[in-house]
């Protein structure tokens, strides 16, 4: 006859490192929350969207108009929506957004106005762009392997 016998207190020890780290994720959230800040403001100096399309400059009309106090940026008259970009992170989720109601209104474009992504590669099905999902699923690997490290 064959005995076999095993130690599984190594296995245990990393199910029971899991399952206190999956009950607060807070940490991995606040670190995609701080990458996706990170890439949305990129693209105030890139002034392009989520899949890198170069947003639609100025009409004529609108440059014509445009207050001589401005900063002469496209999206930055002021700096009011880009100093409103914020993260918020729980222990399950992270929400990423901006302050001012008008990021709206760049995020879909309105019937005078074309859209100028920030968030969403596709906003109405809430769609991110490729690489920061990408970027996202790098963080969410590198904290899976890194709990039984």
Known sequence: MIEIQTNTEAFDQALQQLQRRLKNLRPVMQSVGSELESRIANRFETRS?????????????????YPKDGRGKLLQRTGDLISSLNWQATDTSVRVGFGQIYGTYHEFGTERMPRRGLLYSDPEQGQLGAEDEAAIDELLQDWIDGIFD
């Open 49 to 65: 969207d989520p899949d890198g399309k170069a947003w639609q400059a100025w009409s004529p009309s609108y440059l014509a108009n």
